[in-house]
């Protein structure tokens, strides 16, 4: 340090210069380098000094300090503008500091705040009250008082961690030495918090909170006491501990809400979000205690009442969930939830209890179980669960049944054309794991007189963003003339078979299939097209007929006999490449086409196809407008 003091011959005052290259608090956290302080000094009238002038500081803006060096005390002011930091200590009580804080930026503070949380950033905010600093020769360095903040943020390099517009009451004890304590007690009054995916919104309510904090050195935070009490939205009160790389090594929380319908919003939104359930409506009771050991779950306990569960998306909806679900890593525990009705993608079913059992980290479905379906029943067996551990995700596994589902009311509830007929089936194991569904076995359905068995069914993202499905149809003995009908495709009769193989289905839209679809000549049937079904294949597939009379004759018959039918399309791209019963005989421009109906009989018609790519979206809506009977071709 370096002191200059300039004093006239004769004047009341002089002209302190104080420079110090260098000034360390090392138990509070801070460094300052360069700092020059001019003020002028006079005497006080009572044996003391006083001097009140610019403090510079090398990096930093301007500021103010005023000084008092009194007989009995000293006391210090720094300001800047309205913010003012205030220092008092009496000679009777050296060890002993009061300061008071009046609007002073949170950001002073930073420096203190590294000493506890090297990875912490303040952003904003302004601090009142005043603390007590009691450092007593080889005794910690204690800290105590009541703060109020304002508006404050702040955040840490990696994003995890983020705090905007936070109001708060507290009070603050500490114990800052080779390791530290700290103790919080009162309310936080709204503002946002981050902490990973969890995302707190508290708006302007007032939430209570209590906080006890140890650390030991090269350790992590212990936290014997947690307890946070947000009105009947939520309430939870426990312990943690934290690794020294911040992360949660132990965990034991008791969590209750007496009303579901906030705490989304409130406290909820980042993991619905991340799941895709972000506008997830939720009603009900709810307690819950989770506990974590080496950062994996040892056991979780959850008790409903009367929950009810809304995805705005249609997705799926619960009502009159109640009872428990018990998780246990290790000792034997049962439990047992119901729901009152429920639906999943828009198909409702009744309600159902589900007798649980857990233990050697798994939760398991205790016997099978089932319910009201669509007009007949489905039900689950087999069900396992296991959560997260040891580095591997949620692993899901069920078998599925389901018996005589009435597919009229399937086809209504999926808002598709008026289908008629069964499903049955059986999945015996449905494997949910990395947010991917695979259902080994089959489902089969009786349409139109015959069935449509479907197999290597898979869903990615099932309830997330743009769930994707994908699956195999294998179409065998299908009443061409009933389906025809459900379509408003002309009149065909005849028997279909054929196969859809490797269909994707992204957001339910079809974006990649192979299919391949033809006629069988059955004993017993006939093999009739209507002009009307003529003119409609002819429209969506880009396609010509030609008939062994003049083409002009051909509009005065309503129907013609034909041999084979066959159509297939690979969709790749948003193109369909097309395909038919085989190579057509040379157009008049020369150009090769497939065959999709082979005449027979007098009127004999063929139709054949000359576009093998079509435009996938164009061709959905040529379909749709055939249905409504919009896209009527002339025959000349």
């Known amino acids: 340090m370096q002191l200059r003091l300039t004093w006239p011959d004769g004047a009341d005052r002089g002209e302190l210069e104080l420079r110090a290259a260098r000034i360390q608090a090392p138990d509070l956290g801070y460094r300052y380098r360069d700092v020059v302080w001019r003020c002028p000094l006079q005497r006080d009238g009572h044996g003391g000094w006083r001097c009140d002038g610019e403090l510079r500081g090398a990096g930093g803006r301007p500021l103010r300090l005023a000084l008092d060096l009194g007989v009995a005390s000293t006391d210090a002011r720094l300001s800047q503008g309205a913010s003012a930091l205030s220092l008092h200590r009496a000679a009777a009580t050296p060890d002993l500091t009061r300061i008071e804080l009046a609007r002073v930026p949170l950001a002073w503070a930073q420096a203190l705040v590294a000493q506890a949380w090297p990875e912490g950033r303040i952003k904003a905010g302004r601090l009142d009250g005043h603390l007590d600093i009691a450092a007593p020769e080889r005794e910690p360095l204690r800290i105590a008082g009541p703060l109020r903040l304002s508006d404050g943020a702040l955040d840490t390099p990696d994003g995890l961690i983020a705090a905007e517009k ?4 507290l009070r603050i004890q500490a114990e800052l030495d080779r390791g530290s304590r700290v103790a919080i007690d009162g309310r936080l009054l709204g503002g946002e918090m981050l902490f990973g995916n969890a995302y707190i919104s508290m708006q302007q309510r007032a939430i209570e909170l209590k906080l006890q904090a140890a650390q030991s050195p090269g350790e ?15 309430v939870a009160e426990g312990s943690a501990a934290l690794t020294a790389q911040a992360g949660l090594a132990a965990l034991d929380l008791d969590l209750r809400s007496a009303d579901l319908a906030p705490l989304r919003d409130g406290y909820l939104s980042g993991f619905l979000g991340l799941a895709g359930l972000a506008k997830l409506e939720m009603s009900g009771a709810l307690q819950a205690r989770v506990r974590l050991r080496g950062g994996e779950l040892e056991q979780a ?10 995805d705005e998306q249609g997705r799926f909806r619960f009502s009159g969930l109640d009872g428990s679900v018990v998780y246990s890593a290790d000792a034997p525990r049962s439990s047992e939830l119901g729901w009152r009705e429920g639906a999943l993608y828009g198909l409702e079913f009744g309600a159902a209890r589900l007798p649980f059992s857990s233990g050697d980290g798994e939760l398991r479905l205790q016997r099978a179980v089932d319910f009201a379906m669509l007009g007949g029943r489905a ?6 669960l296991r959560p997260p551990a040891g580095g591997k995700g949620l692993d899901l596994r069920f078998g599925l049944n389901l018996d005589r589902l009435d597919v009229g009311q399937l086809a209504k509830a999926l808002d598709g054309p008026a289908f008629t007929g069964e499903l049955s089936g059986r999945l015996p194991e449905a494997h949910y794991a990395d947010d991917r569904l695979e259902l080994n076995g089959g489902l089969t ?16 993202r099932p309830f997330g963003v743009a769930p994707t499905l994908s699956s195999d149809l294998a179409l065998n003995d299908i009443d061409l003339e009933s389906l025809t009908g459900v379509f408003g495709f002309g009149s065909i009769t005849g028997r279909l078979f054929g196969r859809v193989d490797q ?11 192979d299919a391949e679809l033809h006629t069988r000549k059955t004993r017993g049937v006939r093999q009739r097209i209507s002009q009307r079904a003529v003119q409609d294949l002819s429209s969506v597939g880009d396609s010509s007929f030609v008939g062994s009379l003049q083409d002009r004759l051909i509009g005065f018959f309503d129907d013609f006999g034909y041999a084979r039918l066959g159509i297939a399309c690979r969709l790749a791209d948003e193109v369909c490449h097309m395909d038919g019963l085989g190579p057509a005989k040379a157009g008049p421009d020369g150009s090769r086409g497939f065959t999709i109906v082979q005449g027979a009989g007098v009127p004999h018609l063929d139709v054949v196809g000359y576009n093998r790519r079509v435009d996938w979206p164009t061709l959905l809506e040529r379909l749709e407008a055939v249905s409504k009977g919009e896209l009527k071709p002339v025959v000349q």
Do not use: N
């Not at 006491?225 to 947000?230: I, M």
């Not at 359905?445 to 990615?460: D, H, N, P, R």
């Not at 269909?503 to 299939?513: G, K, N």
């Open 166 to 169: 936070l109001g708060a009451q």
């Open 220 to 234: 992590g935070w212990r936290l014997p006491l947690l307890s946070w009490r947000d009105g009947d939205i939520l």
């Open 301 to 310: 306990e959850a008790t409903l009442r009367e929950v009810g569960l809304k």
């Open 379 to 384: 039900g689950f067996d087999g069900l396992r």
């Open 445 to 460: 359905m009786q349409l139109f007189g015959g069935t449509v068995a479907v197999s290597s069914l898979a869903m990615e």
């Open 503 to 513: 269909l994707r289905l992204v957001d339910w839209q079809p974006t990649a299939f």
